[in-house]
């Protein structure tokens, strides 16, 4: 759907742009959110981070500014001091959670790719929160079996971000249920899957998109059987679940 300009004249549809993501029909609302509340009070680290990551060739895969401002409000509400965050990219959510933390604060942070997140490094030190940030490269799995074992790390987390490879996303939650404190939050992001997850079985989909479509329509229907945690999944970004641990 194009968006119209003020002379009349239909132009691109902004949102739609690779590394923009955005569930709603119009581009003319969501470019209205951006503008009004997003961008004015995105802060320049971020913007700075957003600009460098709109450059690179995977920059779909990262986190749109609306759901970054978002996390950011999130983690100042509930107070959270320890974070964790699977799927880091170049950093940009990283970097929204990090501004959000007070100075003591803890991410651990887990990706296979350290080369896109020394992409964000710099701007994240520039900032002055990279002594909140403990990376680690590699699967995420391996890393929360030796958690799981140690009882110090159970119920050690106020809050935990998943933006990683979908068809782990229940592997992740069998997992960080233990690891996530009761009254604490995770939050599982693409979780409306480019609104592909009502799309007719002959819709013609990207390839990357109808393959893990039956992973995200899975791990809906267990989030909302799962008797541990309240869920709330919000159209924001690419959609949003978060899960506050209950039991």
């Given at each position: ?16 742009e ?15 959110i951006?503008?009004?509340?997003v ?11 957003r600009e460098?990551t ?13 759901e ?6 999130l983690?100042k509400l ?23 933390l007070?100075?003591d ?12 997140y020394e992409?964000g490094l ?31 790390f ?11 490879d979908?068809d ?18 995770i ?24 393959y ?12 909302a ?11 924001v970004g ?10």
């Amino acid at each position: 759907m194009a968006a119209v300009n003020s002379g009349g004249d239909s132009q691109p549809a902004k949102h739609q742009e690779v590394g923009h993501k955005s569930l709603l029909q119009s581009d003319a609302l969501y470019q209205y959110i951006l503008e009004t509340s997003v961008y004015p009070r995105e802060p320049a680290p971020m913007k700075e981070l957003r600009e460098v990551t709109a450059k690179h060739p995977w920059n779909l895969m990262t986190t749109s500014a609306d759901e970054g401002q978002f996390l950011n409000m999130l983690l100042k509400l509930i107070n959270a001091k320890n974070t964790m965050e699977i799927g880091v990219y170049t950093g940009y959510s990283l970097l929204s959670t990090a501004l959000a933390l007070p100075d003591d604060g803890k991410i651990l942070a887990l990706d296979i790719n350290r080369e896109n997140y020394e992409i964000g490094l710099p701007i994240i030190e520039k900032a002055g929160v990279a002594h909140k940030i403990d990376f680690r490269e590699g699967p995420a799995l391996p890393l929360l079996d030796q958690m799981i074992k140690d009882e110090n790390f159970h119920g050690s987390f106020d809050f935990i971000f998943v933006d990683a490879d979908k068809d782990n996303y229940l592997n992740y939650h069998k997992r960080l249920i233990d690891l996530v404190k009761i009254g604490g939050v995770i939050g599982y992001d693409n979780t409306l899957w480019n609104g592909s997850l009502v799309a007719p079985p002959d819709a013609p989909l990207r390839k990357y998109v109808r393959y893990y479509r039956d992973f995200v329509l899975e791990l809906n229907k267990a989030l909302a059987a799962d008797p541990r945690v309240e869920i709330c999944q919000l159209p924001v970004g690419d959609g949003i679940t978060l899960c506050r641990r209950i039991s």
